[in-house]
């Protein structure tokens, strides 16, 4: 089942959802010649490249939305550093870092559901800065209106990221304070500057895979540039705080599903990578992808830029 699946992707055709539902049914017995597959159309569409990025929490905390899954959201008790917008200094140090690691690009979050004007302008000028380093600047910055985004690209932005998050059915049972229809609003914005657009979604809240596969096809219609992949990483405090992690081969399995799905686009791993991966974080290549967010998230610790290197190079890949 599989393979004939994997022929029609590599033979240029778009799987069908009743393909998806077959991939996600595959059995543990299966699930290695699933990775097989997935590592195949990952080297016929995207080569050998692992694109990294890295971020920076740039404004953290108080933010009025009700994400339940998020340490920085007004229902959340978790216990987190709270501050402003940084400066401009702070984003430019930490994006020197992430040069020096091996990523190719930097992305500037806030929390909140947007940025402010005042706010918008000194971001601007942090994205020029990140540009003059040699680094692709990527922003986070909730949702923005089409004006506001040509703004920063005329700053430099080269990618704005706004994550779907789960599927539109879904998406009630984990926000209420902004709707799904919101974020595509942003999406649309994104698409109409000419800005590359990352988006992508977090899997572990409770969706099922009818879910999954809904909001792979979403984003097949929305057609962004690159596809982050987040675990969900259950942080006290926060409604979702005694959810169990994903198993391991669960997660791989998403992602092979996505590469599969969406064959040709970056597929970045990202929030929750280790914690939910453990000693099977070595597979997620030959499960498909071919981006990495490097360096420590918004709110808990990462990996070392050198270990993911490392990885990198032992598959014979190339980072950039």
């Given at each position: 089942?599989?393979?004939s699946?994997?022929?029609?992707?590599?033979?240029?055709?778009?799987?069908s959802?009743?393909?998806?539902?077959?991939?996600?049914?595959?059995?543990?017995?299966?699930?290695?010649?699933?990775?097989c597959?997935a590592?195949?159309i990952?080297?016929?569409?995207?080569?050998?490249?692992?694109?990294?990025?890295?971020?920076?929490?740039?404004?953290?905390g108080?933010c009025?939305?009700d994400?339940l899954?998020?340490?920085?959201?007004?229902?959340?008790?978790a216990?987190?550093?709270?501050?402003?917008?940084?400066?401009k200094?702070?984003?430019?140090?930490?994006?020197s870092?992430?040069?020096?690691?091996?990523a190719?690009?930097?992305?500037?979050?806030?929390?909140?559901?947007?940025?402010?004007?005042?706010?918008l302008?000194k971001?601007a000028e942090m994205?020029?800065?990140v540009?003059?380093?040699?680094?692709?600047?990527?922003?986070?910055?909730?949702?923005?209106?089409?004006?506001?985004?040509?703004?920063l690209k005329?700053?430099?932005?080269e990618?704005?990221?706004?994550n779907?998050?789960?599927?539109?059915?879904?998406?009630?049972?984990?926000?209420?304070?902004?709707?799904?229809?919101?974020?595509m609003?942003?999406i649309?914005?994104?698409k109409?500057t000419?800005l590359s657009?990352?988006?992508g979604?977090l899997?572990g809240?409770?969706?099922k895979?009818?879910?999954?596969?809904?909001?792979?096809?979403?984003l097949?219609?929305i057609?962004p540039?690159?596809?982050?992949?987040?675990?969900?990483?259950?942080?006290?405090g926060?409604r979702?705080?005694?959810q169990?992690?994903?198993h391991?081969?669960?997660?791989?399995?998403?992602i092979?599903?996505?590469?599969?799905i969406?064959p040709?686009?970056?597929?970045r791993v990202c929030g929750?990578?280790?914690?939910?991966?453990?000693?099977?974080n070595?597979?997620?290549?030959?499960?498909?992808?071919?981006?990495l967010?490097?360096?420590?998230?918004?709110?808990?610790?990462?990996?070392?830029?050198?270990?993911?290197?490392?990885?990198?190079?032992?598959?014979?890949?190339?980072a950039?």
């Open positions: 089942m599989v393979s699946i994997e022929k029609k992707v590599l033979d240029g055709e778009l799987i959802r009743q393909d998806a539902l077959s991939i996600s049914s595959v059995s543990d017995n299966e699930i290695f010649d699933l990775f597959s590592n195949m990952r080297e016929h569409f995207r080569g050998d490249r692992v694109d990294l990025c890295a971020i920076i929490n740039a404004k953290s108080a009025p939305e994400c899954y998020c340490a920085q959201s007004v229902r959340s008790s216990e987190i550093k709270t501050f402003p917008l940084v400066e200094s702070t984003v430019i140090e930490k994006a870092e992430a040069r020096q690691g091996g190719k690009r930097f992305c500037i979050v806030t929390s909140g559901k947007k940025a402010s004007s005042r706010e302008e971001i994205i020029s800065g540009r003059s380093l040699g680094l692709l600047p990527c922003a986070t910055l909730g949702l923005l209106s089409g004006e506001e985004l040509l703004q005329e700053a430099g932005l990618r704005y990221h706004h779907l998050e789960t599927s539109e059915r879904f998406f009630p049972e984990i926000c209420t304070t902004h709707t799904y229809q919101d974020k609003k942003t649309r914005e994104v109409s000419g657009l990352c988006s979604g899997f809240l409770g969706e895979w009818e879910d999954r596969i809904d909001m792979a096809f979403a097949r219609e057609d540039d690159s596809i982050p992949v987040n675990f969900l990483m259950p942080i006290k926060t979702l705080g005694t169990e992690t994903l391991p081969l669960e997660a791989l399995k998403i092979a599903l996505y590469r599969f969406l040709d686009k970056e597929i929750g990578r280790m914690q939910t991966l453990g000693e099977f070595s597979f997620i290549f030959l499960a498909g992808a071919d981006g967010l490097v360096g420590n998230y918004l709110t808990t610790s990462g990996r070392d830029f050198e270990d993911d290197l490392k990885l990198i190079s032992q598959f014979g890949l190339r950039g």
